[in-house]
């Protein structure tokens, strides 16, 4: 099982990032460079407990689905998103939030297995982690340019 651990400070309410954070149309803008898109369950706005999205990018060349489901959430402190269909084996995104002195301290935690023991781990050492840590980097820098316009 592979982790990745991202911490990103936000200058705004906890309340506007959360949201932000389950935003459809805000993931969209995030992952142009994929050119991901919603294509099935909630396709634009928030997304709610045991709410799915499906989507559809194109990652190492290749158009891929995975579709999630939020199977926990507490307003506004924390989300979770989970993998019911895709490539992955298991992949499960945590989301926390926590204000200080008006910056939110929005954390990742993002847990995953590939699949095709070996080689999947192999492909997961050499490009997978990198990939996915860069798309979460982009979408939080989105996040973040989102959320602060918004005070």
Not at 36 to 42: D, L, P, T, Y
Not at 71 to 76: D, E, P, R
Not at 83 to 93: P, R, T
């Amino acid at each position: 099982m592979t982790t990745i651990n991202l911490t990103t400070k936000i200058k705004a309410p906890k309340q506007i990032v959360f949201d932000a954070s389950r935003n459809i149309d805000i993931h969209q803008q995030s992952a142009s460079p994929t050119n991901e898109r919603a294509i099935s369950g909630v396709t634009s706005g928030l997304i709610n407990l045991n709410e799915t999205v499906t989507w559809r990018g194109k990652h190492f060349g290749f158009y891929l689905t995975h579709k999630s489901r939020i199977t926990a959430m507490n307003f506004y402190d924390y989300f979770v998103d989970e993998m019911e269909e895709g490539k992955f084996k298991s992949f499960k995104h945590e989301h926390f939030f926590e204000e200080e002195n008006g910056v939110t301290i929005m954390k990742d935690h993002l847990q995953y297995q590939t699949p095709f023991g070996i080689l999947g781990r192999g492909f997961d050492v050499l490009f997978l982690k990198k990939h996915l840590t860069q798309f979460l980097l982009e979408r939080n820098k989105v996040l973040k340019e989102v959320s602060e316009k918004q005070i």
